[in-house]
């Protein structure tokens, strides 16, 4: 069975930084598609970044040259290092993990989710 479970979240100043990881079980497919999505309340879930078992990356308009998708794969853990956070960036984090091709940020067709880690960036 798999299981996602993301960590990291918390509160942060405006300009501040964050690192979640989504620590991975029970995935045995070696071609893969991991993503970070972000909900904020009152609207709708969107996309954040994605990258593939080959390490290519994505990323969102909104976070490109912000944020950083990264894995370690002999920890089997997914990260998003978020830097030069903005208020708009509060959310609830989730990772994301299937077969995708392509594998890219704009894709929600995604089969396994975590449960989330709340992202507060105060001004």
């Known amino acids: 069975q798999v299981q996602l479970v993301e960590s990291g979240g918390g509160s942060v100043q405006a300009g501040g930084s964050l690192r979640l990881s989504c620590a991975a079980s029970?995935?045995?497919?070696?071609?893969?598609?991991m993503g970070w999505f972000r909900q904020a309340p009152g609207k709708e879930r969107e996309g954040v970044a994605a990258i593939d078992s080959d390490g290519s990356t994505s990323y969102a308009d909104s976070v490109k040259g912000r944020f950083t998708i990264s894995q370690d794969n002999a920890k089997n853990t997914l990260y998003l290092q978020m830097n030069s956070l903005k208020p708009e960036d509060t959310a609830m984090y989730y990772c994301?993990?299937?077969?995708?091709?392509?594998?890219?940020?704009?894709?929600?067709?995604?089969?396994?989710w975590g449960q989330g880690t709340q992202v507060t960036v105060s001004s």
């Open positions: 994301a993990a299937d077969t995708l091709l392509p594998c890219s940020w704009y894709r929600e067709d995604f089969g396994y």
């Open positions: 029970g995935y045995t497919y070696s071609s893969y598609c």
